[in-house]
């Protein structure tokens, strides 16, 4: 699909804390869609709601999306034609749009107390009903729609704290588009009037100052979670207000990502009764909780990102295992689903397994060299390369690589007790033996020629080769089990290789 205007897309989060997966699949398609469409991708900082603000949120952020590849063009770190992007260092803009408002009627001055109002509220209860500050209740309240001229102006003049709620228009429907669940209607007697600015610490809501950057900051589509789906008819009514309704964005709500089992949104006790992260990287809270990241369990960012991106959407293929480029040329928001999507951890590790085996051994090596150095192997990238290669279609994980590698550095300590139990009786050693005698004869243990080699004489002398290997297995490694054995003796080389068997001759009992 073409566009008239530019495509400028904003991925806008609160720093209440770690940025939940959710999050990022939001920043993620938005990201594809502004490239999709050669637009622009902005990174705006929503930190209005002092109360809320976490130190370290927006920092957390910002690595979380570098992590996972997403680079915005313009945004609190990168700058652009319309900075500041943290919404905290444009405050000045904001009182100008809300007193324009108050002026074109659309809103009004409100003085109610936070004590009064939470009285009010707690009467309704003891009714059985809500409290709602809307056109029925307004005239009743302390408000410059209920009160004379002059007292407003004297209480403003005073210092008394106010705050300017928006005006909802009695009854009336709200037709509104959105790209993915179509045609909407609300009728405004379901909606309260929403406070906008406050002057008691001179900010505005998000409400205000969503739309008020939006409009700003050319905006041609609004990405974002389904949560902010009930917002969308005073978003409209704001755009109208301030006769920006021709240029306003087109919306697009995403589906919720939910619990594995389905019902409901996943959320971190989900991810720490079952074992998986639900935040990109690590996040070390101010309270001093930690909770774990896709980046410290191991995840690759584009095993990561691949994962995210088929939860809620699909290319209409069978196609999975895509990277960056890929996912922007088959991304659309016609294929963005209006259910939620289940997440699934077992799908999550399928898709570090396939990025990990499409990785290069070098590279694997790089990435756990300092890994086996904490296990105390000391090799170079080209032996921990090599030795990557024999293990590696078995490794989900870095750490996998590294468990999967032990065993082939160091001579086994100790013996697998079942493996003992079934591959060790008197007859196995017996033959063990004979097969050492043969490597022995040998100048050199090669992969292919030395298996072809021991298959034979094995077949010749009429022994079971499945049962020959898993001793022979045990006493070079310790398990009865693993990848290629012989691939394994070349490695660690024959002389390595005989040490190991009489080892396990001396040791076993
Ligand atoms: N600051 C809002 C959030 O934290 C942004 C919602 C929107 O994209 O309009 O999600």
């Not at 991925?11 to 939940?20: D, N, R, V």
């Not at 007292?151 to 300017?164: A, L, N, T």
């Amino acid at each position: 699909m073409a566009f008239e205007r530019r495509v400028r897309v904003r991925f806008a989060p609160s720093p209440t804390g770690a940025l939940h997966i959710g999050g990022v699949r939001t920043a993620l398609y938005n990201y594809l869609f502004a490239k999709a469409h050669g637009g622009d991708f902005l990174l705006r900082i929503e930190d209005t709601d002092s109360q809320r603000f976490v130190p370290g949120a927006e920092a957390y952020i910002s690595e979380a999306l570098a992590w996972c590849g997403i680079v915005p063009d313009e945004g609190v770190e990168q700058g652009g034609p319309h900075a500041p992007y943290r919404q905290s260092e444009r405050r000045e803009i904001y009182v100008k749009y809300a007193l324009q408002l108050v002026e074109s009627g659309n809103a009004y001055y409100a003085f109610d107390s936070a004590e009064s109002l939470s009285a009010l509220r707690a009467e309704c209860e003891g009714r059985g009903e809500t409290f709602c500050y809307d056109a029925r209740t307004r005239v009743k309240l302390e408000n410059s729609l209920s009160l004379p001229a002059e007292e407003v102006q004297k209480r403003i003049e005073r210092g008394d704290q106010w705050v300017i709620r928006f005006k909802m228009p009695e009854c009336e429907d709200v037709h509104m588009d959105d790209i993915i669940r179509g045609h909407i209607v609300i009728n405004t007697s379901t909606l309260d009037d929403k406070v906008l600015y406050k002057s008691a610490d001179a900010l505005p809501t998000y409400h205000l100052a969503n739309i008020v950057d939006d409009h700003l900051m050319e905006i041609s589509h609004v990405i974002r979670g389904e949560e902010w789906l009930p917002s969308l008819p005073l978003h409209y009514l704001l755009y109208r207000a301030f006769g920006w309704s021709d240029s306003q964005p087109l919306f697009a709500h995403l589906p919720l990502l939910l619990k594995p089992q389905g019902q409901g949104k996943l959320s971190k006790r989900d991810g720490d009764k079952f074992g998986f992260p639900v935040f990109p990287l690590e996040w070390h809270a101010p309270d001093g909780e930690v909770s774990m990241g896709y980046r410290e369990q191991g995840y690759l960012p584009e095993a990561f990102i691949n994962m995210l991106s088929l939860l809620g959407w699909n290319p209409g293929t069978e196609q999975e295992i895509f990277d960056m480029q890929g996912l922007i040329n088959a991304f659309s928001l016609e294929r963005v689903s209006k259910n939620g999507a289940r997440f699934n951890h077992e799908k999550a590790k399928w898709f570090n397994a396939q990025w990990l085996h499409s990785k290069s051994d070098a590279f694997l090596a790089e990435t756990i060299l300092p890994l086996l150095a904490a296990k105390g192997i000391d090799t170079t990238v080209e032996r921990a390369a090599a030795a990557i290669e024999i293990v590696k279609e078995r490794a989900t994980f870095p750490a996998d690589l590294v468990d999967l590698t032990y065993n082939i550095f160091v001579a086994p300590a100790s013996y697998d007790e079942k493996s003992v139990a079934k591959s060790w009786k008197a007859e196995d050693v017996e033959n063990l033996k004979r097969l050492r005698e043969l490597l022995a004869g040998e100048t050199e243990i090669d992969a292919e020629a030395t298996e072809a080699k021991v298959r034979e004489w094995i077949i010749a002398e009429g022994l079971s080769i499945g049962k020959l290997m898993n001793t022979f297995r045990l006493a070079v490694l310790g398990v009865g089990q693993g990848p290629s054995i012989f691939a394994i003796c070349a490695f660690i080389g024959l002389e390595e290789t005989l040490s190991r068997i009489d080892a396990a001759i001396r040791t076993i009992k």
